[in-house]
């Protein structure tokens, strides 16, 4: 997953320089914001001069997945106050993606705390040398920001697979939407996000009945 990374950290570098930022922002991005697909959004952002208040409810819009994800990340699992922050702060898709399969369920602390890490370094290197190298890519190149996309695409199938014997995710968020679409329908957004929440909550319950009594 670390070397997945580095196609993409590049891509992001080349276009951060591509929108007229000096290299270092990269670097200052991936390292103190490390939030992937905000990062992209973010290069937009900074280069129409957007305002702070739309910056901050772009990011939380964008990065309200995470709320989620804490049902199912194995934060308890890490051990010290410094450790579960960073940890914390270090919660991404792919760490989530890898954290949360059937055969991560007994990964200690360490092993958890050293994948996100390492993903950290892998991103904050690759951005930087693709801010660096991102004056020999012409400008005519395109689709850089399609990377990311791929990347989610490809952690998808791998969370599908992994799950087979549950009902997959984005089979719950379209049933929500659908759900929220004919009840609420003046309400769809935040009916959706209740109803896919609650559905996760029974997922993991039903999860947990059945690691329980196997």
Do not use: C, K
Not at 39 to 51: D, I, K, Q, S
Not at 185 to 198: E, K, R, S, V
């Amino acid at each position: 997953m670390g070397l997945g990374l580095v196609p993409l950290g590049i891509a992001f570098g080349v276009l951060v320089t591509h929108s007229g930022l000096a290299w270092w922002w990269a670097t200052l991005f991936a390292t103190l914001i490390y939030a992937g697909s905000f990062e992209f959004v973010l290069v937009g952002l900074v280069g129409a001069v957007a305002p702070l208040a739309t910056v901050a409810l772009t990011a939380l819009l964008v990065n309200i997945r995470h709320v989620f994800y804490a049902l199912s990340f194995p934060l308890h699992r890490v051990r010290g106050r410094a450790a579960r922050t960073y940890s914390t702060f270090a919660l991404t898709d792919e760490a989530f993606a890898l954290t949360t399969g059937e055969q991560a369920r007994s990964w200690p602390s360490g092993r958890i705390l050293w994948l996100q890490v390492f993903m950290h370094l892998y991103w904050a290197g690759s951005a930087t040398a693709g801010a660096l190298l991102g004056s020999l890519i012409p400008q005519s190149v395109q689709g850089l920001d399609f990377a990311l996309t791929a990347l989610f695409t490809v952690l998808a199938l791998d969370a599908i697979r992994d799950r087979r014997g549950d009902l997959p995710t984005p089979a719950l968020a379209l049933l929500s939407a659908l759900a929220a679409r004919l009840v609420f329908p003046d309400q769809l957004l935040p009916a959706a996000f209740g109803l896919f929440t609650a559905g996760l909550l029974t997922r993991r319950f039903v999860a947990e009945r059945r690691r329980a009594d196997a």
